[in-house]
């Protein structure tokens, strides 16, 4: 679906709207997606579509999965923790999971972004260069 850009602009108005300190408030989403339903302004289901749009490229740069072979230490998951909430800011939720095909190291993903210091990577790597 093409959105024009006065949907454009008005999703992102209402995204605007709905944070509080840098950090979107859930209620304040709902409230203004039950706002725009009740009123029906012209192209609103494009302008939701758009907010949705922005709200989940929103929530994927607020949630982190950190992947290890074993389970993290408190310290340690407390510095990685901290680690990417300085490069992310605040609010970021992040989840440790165990996955056992990394071998070793870890391998960290934040919206788009992957960092990938597993030696699964390393080995594939060295794999495609031969």
Request: hydrophobic share 40%; charged share 30%.
């Amino acid at each position: 679906m093409k959105t024009s850009k006065q949907t454009r602009r008005d999703a992102k108005q209402l995204f605007l709207s709905c944070k509080v300190n840098g950090l979107l408030d859930e209620q304040r989403v709902r409230k203004a997606v039950a706002a725009v339903i009740q009123e029906k302004p012209r192209g609103y289901v494009a302008i939701l579509s758009h907010f949705q749009r922005l709200v989940r490229l929103d929530l994927e740069q607020r949630s982190a999965r950190v992947e290890s072979v074993m389970p993290l230490s408190g310290p340690l998951s407390a510095a990685v923790k901290a680690n990417l909430e300085k490069r992310y800011g605040r609010g970021l939720e992040v989840a440790f999971v165990v996955n056992k095909e990394l071998i070793g190291g870890m391998r960290v993903r934040v919206g788009s972004d992957v960092f990938d210091g597993s030696v699964r990577a390393r080995l594939d790597e060295l794999e495609a260069a031969l």
